[in-house]
């Protein structure tokens, strides 16, 4: 048996099915004695409250050498508990997770002794230490979601219906979104007993891209036509780009038709931030004959400005065609007729 069971990435994948076996061939006596104390110890600090301790322990039997069985109902009894206190308050999920690891002056004095046979710091409880940041201690997230709860305790079902709430429960939170975008998305890979995917959920959170897609296009028209902020546009179109890509090209196609529209008006100004305009709008789209257009025209009004003497407005349209060469020279012509026109007025 390995003596050090602190990791907790080697801990939750232990228990993914009951039957799996640990990497010992064969179980010593000591080994059952072992496991049979920490189901023991489990069940005494479930009973007094120590909900932590108790989840440790049930996290480090062996379900081969100890009562899997036993371990993984005592943890989901315990998730399904502190899941639905957490929805009830609203928390479906948090950025940590369950487990949260926290500066500990015993845990740093472990862990400087981590490589010796017997350490005279192991902590009781396996898996309280840590080996990140040289040493730290494994506590309960007091902001963990049901989700949370669900997912590191095995009520996988349940986790997945928490997901979903916990983006109805902020639809238009794109971080939410894309977490539970990516967990469905990787379901199919874990293997659990009595656990099978439902591909529906995906659907699911099909429907609220859409709706988000559609919302974030109509504020668009709103900022575009009435508001007439391009800035806002373009920044509320690279909003409606994340969710349609979470729903395939057609609705890709969607903002890349409202972008190049928005193109198509910003090129008719002809002002060097009309053009501008322009050419952040087509950067939502492979349009290489629009955007040549567009650096062209900034090309020919800059030259047609410098003819005018108009410098500093030959500089912008310049900066726009990215022509730094020509920008420079406008710049340096303009800075030359203030010097002039000052040493005229003295």
Same mark, same amino acid.
């Given at each position: 048996?390995?003596?050090?069971?602190?990791?907790?990435?080697?801990?939750?994948?232990?228990?993914?099915?009951?039957?799996?076996?640990?990497?010992?061939?064969?179980?010593?006596?000591?080994?059952?004695?072992?496991?049979?104390?920490?189901?023991?110890?489990?069940?005494?600090?479930?009973?007094?409250?120590?909900?932590?301790?108790?989840?440790?322990?049930?996290?480090?039997?062996?379900?081969?050498?100890?009562?899997?069985?036993?371990?993984?109902?005592?943890?989901?009894?315990?998730?399904?508990?502190?899941?639905?206190?957490?929805?009830?308050?609203?928390?479906?999920?948090?950025?940590?997770?369950?487990?949260?690891?926290?500066?500990?002056?015993?845990?740093?004095?472990?862990?400087?002794?981590?490589?010796?046979?017997?350490?005279?710091?192991?902590?009781?409880?396996?898996?309280?230490?840590?080996?990140?940041?040289?040493?730290?201690?494994?506590?309960?997230?007091?902001?963990?979601?049901?989700?949370?709860?669900?997912?590191?305790?095995?009520?996988?079902?349940?986790?997945?219906?928490?997901?979903?709430?916990?983006?109805?429960?902020?639809?238009?939170?794109? &971080?939410?979104? !894309?977490? $539970?975008?990516?967990?469905?998305?990787?379901?199919? *890979?874990?293997? =659990?007993?009595?656990? %099978?995917?439902?591909?529906?959920?995906?659907?699911?959170?099909?429907?609220?891209?859409?709706?988000?897609?559609?919302?974030?296009?109509?504020?668009?028209?709103?900022?575009?036509?009435?508001?007439?902020?391009?800035?806002?546009?373009?920044?509320?179109?690279?909003?409606?780009?994340?969710?349609?890509?979470?729903?395939?090209?057609?609705?890709?196609?969607?903002?890349?038709?409202?972008?190049?529209?928005?193109?198509?008006?910003?090129?008719?100004?002809?002002?060097?931030?009309?053009?501008?305009?322009?050419?952040?709008?087509?950067?939502?789209?492979?349009?290489?004959?629009?955007?040549?257009?567009?650096?062209?025209?900034?090309?020919?009004?800059?030259?047609?400005?410098?003819?005018?003497?108009?410098?500093?407005?030959?500089?912008?349209?310049?900066?726009?065609? &990215?022509?730094? !060469?020509? $920008?420079?020279?406008?710049?340096?012509?303009?800075? *030359?007729?203030? =010097?002039?026109?000052? %040493?005229?007025?003295?």
């Amino acid at each position: 048996m390995d003596k050090k069971l602190s990791i907790m990435t080697a801990l939750v994948p232990l228990l993914l099915s009951p039957a799996m076996a640990s990497a010992d061939a064969l179980c010593n006596y000591d080994d059952v004695v072992k496991m049979d104390n920490y189901l023991k110890k489990g069940k005494e600090a479930e009973k007094a409250g120590r909900t932590r301790d108790a989840l440790l322990y049930y996290m480090a039997i062996d379900s081969f050498c100890g009562n899997g069985v036993e371990a993984v109902n005592s943890m989901q009894r315990i998730g399904e508990k502190f899941a639905e206190k957490a929805a009830a308050k609203d928390r479906f999920i948090s950025e940590e997770g369950l487990f949260i690891r926290v500066e500990d002056e015993a845990c740093r004095r472990w862990m400087r002794h981590f490589t010796i046979e017997v350490n005279a710091y192991e902590p009781e409880v396996p898996g309280h230490c840590t080996t990140a940041s040289g040493g730290m201690r494994l506590d309960i997230n007091p902001q963990a979601g049901a989700f949370d709860w669900y997912e590191a305790t095995f009520n996988y079902k349940a986790a997945d219906l928490a997901m979903l709430k916990a983006v109805n429960h902020k639809p238009d939170d794109f &971080g939410t979104y !894309e977490r $539970a975008f990516r967990h469905f998305e990787k379901r199919g *890979q874990l293997s =659990a007993i009595l656990y %099978k995917p439902d591909p529906l959920y995906l659907k699911e959170l099909e429907k609220t891209a859409m709706s988000n897609l559609n919302a974030t296009l109509a504020s668009e028209e709103k900022e575009f036509t009435a508001l007439r902020q391009p800035a806002r546009s373009v920044k509320t179109l690279e909003t409606a780009l994340k969710w349609a890509s979470f729903i395939g090209e057609g609705a890709k196609e969607r903002v890349v038709v409202r972008a190049t529209s928005r193109a198509d008006a910003a090129f008719q100004s002809d002002t060097p931030t009309g053009l501008l305009d322009a050419l952040i709008f087509l950067s939502f789209a492979d349009k290489s004959e629009e955007h040549s257009a567009v650096i062209v025209r900034a090309a020919e009004l800059g030259q047609a400005s410098l003819d005018k003497k108009d410098f500093e407005l030959a500089e912008k349209y310049f900066i726009v065609a &990215g022509n730094e !060469e020509m $920008a420079a020279t406008a710049r340096k012509l303009a800075e *030359q007729s203030k =010097a002039g026109g000052k %040493k005229d007025r003295q």
